[in-house]
């Protein structure tokens, strides 16, 4: 099973921007749907954004779109998501998450990923 380690959290100052990185170990993340996800505290967890495995097709919800950027590097084996314009309203645990799908596209429904990072904590705070 692929494992994945999440970084780049911190807190950042509305506006700011930050990038999280998602690597993967033991087996190459080429193969695997990768997406971002975020918890609030009190809320469940959501998408925010994913990346095929075939053609890198992406795909962002409505509250990030325009703001997040989500790639991968294949030859370093890690996803980023690069986020700017953040808000407070972005403050969460963001988690990375891989799946294997066989069709194109991506997903950004939790219920389709099996491997989860640890996370990696993001504030948007003055």
């Known amino acids: 099973q692929v494992q994945l380690v999440e970084s780049g959290g911190g807190l950042v100052q509305p506006g700011g921007s930050l990038r999280l990185s998602c690597a993967g170990s033991?087996?190459?993340?080429?193969?695997?749907?990768i997406g971002w996800f975020r918890q609030a505290p009190g809320k469940e967890r959501e998408g925010a954004s994913c990346?095929?495995?075939?053609?890198?097709?992406?795909y962002y919800v409505d509250s990030v779109k325009g703001r997040f950027t989500i790639s991968r590097d294949n030859a370093k084996n890690t996803v980023y998501l690069q986020m700017n314009s953040l808000k407070p309203e972005d403050t969460a645990v963001y988690y990375c998450?891989?799946?294997?799908?066989?069709?194109?596209?991506?997903?950004?429904?939790?219920?389709?990923?099996?491997?989860w990072g640890q996370g990696t904590q993001v504030t948007v705070s003055s």
């Open positions: 998450a891989a799946t294997v799908r066989s069709w194109p596209g991506c997903t950004v429904n939790v219920d389709s990923f099996g491997s």
């Open positions: 033991i087996f190459s993340l080429d193969y695997y749907v």
């Open positions: 990346i095929s495995s075939s053609d890198s097709s992406t």
